[in-house]
């Protein structure tokens, strides 16, 4: 019998590279595969790239010039370590990978690693392949997950690809040409998975996309599935406890997602929506295709539908042409709505996007000024909400044992982490817990019992404004 090979997946970026991930391991199993941890015993490493910043692409090659080193001693001692780069960076970069980095063996995009098996024997064969097609067909068809087998569940939270790429093309995102046009999964195969997960022990599911909340899949009965009824759908799946989606577009939150919100216990009250910028001179260069207010107005609809509901999001600073006015419009946002929490970044000008070419880039500096400023809001708006949590009872989730004897430790709905001293059998449960302490990331509590009957504590957390 031979040896099986070892293969490490190292993921960057976003939750879609996860799922990637986890799913190239699945399809590379029947081939006798087994994951490992660490790049040191490995036979095939797999980067899966992200292209969405500047830095992400750098960290890719630092991350090469480690594995020729490693390559180098596997050599010595008469083994063979193979090098392939997936993801956007792949997609994006394609043969120049292969130029810059003479180590690597296998180029391919994130349209085509259920075609893995194949592109390995050929890497094999030609000593090296790349792959960075958008095909006609879609690797969903061809994912191990939709052909009815080999999904693992990996704990009791899961997340599920149901959409992928993007059509929106805002002037600074790379993801319109690396991940192409908008594709979202049938129904049929998307509750199948779920029903796997649920056999196989996850209470919460996180349905992912590029663009979530644009998701048209098609019904079993043929007609278009918008994302709530999905979410309905789903939740009557016997397991499952909890729902969340990420990422969406504020333009495509529609009525009927609305009104899930309001209905459906099993949707978490968190939502992380984008908004960018608050200056509607930006949002328009950025091709957003809604204003500050648009934002705002539809918040206060999801409010007034979920009161429990806590909203995250994305910032840039420094696009071409921000003035300290702009820049002011969006701290106002910030301050409007009341988030309970953010991501920030840099605006960082990407090869081949309308954004790269404008005049009036936004020097180093300011970009560190405002991002800073930024921060500090969101910050403060995040140690409010923490506080907040005080004396509350949450639905906790349990998944795993924590880092002291006797702690185990699960999530709130918001995403927190929540730590109790409890018996590992209640990993996979979900309990209502008392918060009695908050710390910056983590919630600590006590279990309650008996279980009480609202999901949400809903007088608790609506604007968090600083
Ligand atoms: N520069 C900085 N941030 C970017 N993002 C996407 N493209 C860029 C870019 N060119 C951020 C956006 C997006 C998040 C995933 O990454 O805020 O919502
Ligand atoms: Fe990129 Fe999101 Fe805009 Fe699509 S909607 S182009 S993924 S930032």
Redesign the pocket.
């Known amino acids: 019998m031979t040896r099986p090979r070892k293969l490490f997946v190292k993921s960057y970026g976003?939750q879609m590279n996860v799922y990637d991930s986890h799913r190239m391991a699945d399809t590379l199993a029947p081939e006798g595969f087994v994951e490992t941890t660490t790049a040191d015993d490995a036979d095939l490493v797999i980067l899966n790239t992200c292209h969405?910043?500047?830095k992400a692409a750098e960290k890719v090659y630092s991350e090469l010039g480690r594995l020729r080193l490693l390559k180098n001693s596997a050599r010595t001692q008469g083994r063979k370590l193979t090098i392939a780069v997936a993801g956007c960076v792949a997609q994006a970069e394609g043969e120049e990978i292969l130029r810059r980095a003479p180590m690597v063996d296998l180029v391919f995009g994130p349209q085509s690693y259920h075609r893995l098996p194949d592109l390995l024997a050929r890497a094999e064969r030609d000593g090296r392949a790349i792959d960075t097609e958008f095909p006609a067909e879609t690797k969903f068809d061809f994912l191990p997950a939709a052909a009815g087998d080999k999904v693992r569940a990996r704990g009791v939270t899961a997340f599920v690809t149901i959409q992928e790429g993007c059509d929106k093309f805002?002037t600074?995102?790379?993801?319109p040409y690396t991940r192409g046009a908008e594709s979202a999964r049938p129904v049929a195969r998307i509750v199948a998975e779920v029903e796997r997960l649920a056999a196989c022990g996850v209470r919460e599911v996180t349905l992912i996309g590029q663009n979530v909340n644009a998701f048209h899949g098609e019904d079993i009965d043929g007609s278009t599935c918008p994302l709530g009824r999905l979410l309905r759908r789903l939740a009557e799946i016997s397991g499952i406890a909890r729902l969340r989606y990420t990422?969406s577009h504020p333009r495509d939150i529609d009525g009927d997602l609305i009104e899930t919100h309001r209905d459906l216990n099993a949707l978490m009250p968190q939502l992380h929506l984008?908004v960018?910028s608050g200056s509607d001179r930006i949002l328009k260069a950025m091709n957003r295709r809604h204003t500050a207010d648009d934002y705002r107005r539809v918040i206060e609809r999801l409010r007034r539908a979920q009161p429990a509901l806590a909203v995250t999001s994305?910032?840039?600073v420094g696009?071409p042409g921000e003035t300290d006015a702009d820049f002011e419009a969006t701290l106002r946002l910030i301050e409007d709505v009341g988030f309970m929490t953010a991501?920030?970044?840099?605006?960082?000008?990407?090869p081949g996007?309308p954004?790269?070419e404008l005049a009036d880039q936004v020097p180093e500096s300011v970009k560190s000024e405002r991002l800073q400023q930024l921060q500090a809001l969101i910050l403060r708006q995040n140690a409010r909400f923490q506080r907040d949590c005080l004396g509350r009872l949450f639905d906790v989730l349990f998944e795993k044992p924590g880092r002291h004897a006797g702690q185990i430790v699960g999530r709130s709905p918001y995403l927190q982490p929540v730590q109790v001293l409890g018996p590992e059998t209640l990993i996979g449960e979900i309990r209502p817990v008392r918060i009695t302490d908050a710390g910056p990331n983590s919630l600590f509590g006590v279990v309650c019992a008996p279980p009480h009957e609202r999901q949400h504590d809903t007088a608790c957390l609506a604007a968090t404004g600083a």
């Open positions: 976003c969405i910043r500047e805002c600074f995102c790379v993801v990422t984008p960018q994305d910032f840039i696009f991501f920030s970044f840099k605006y960082s000008p990407r996007t954004a790269s």
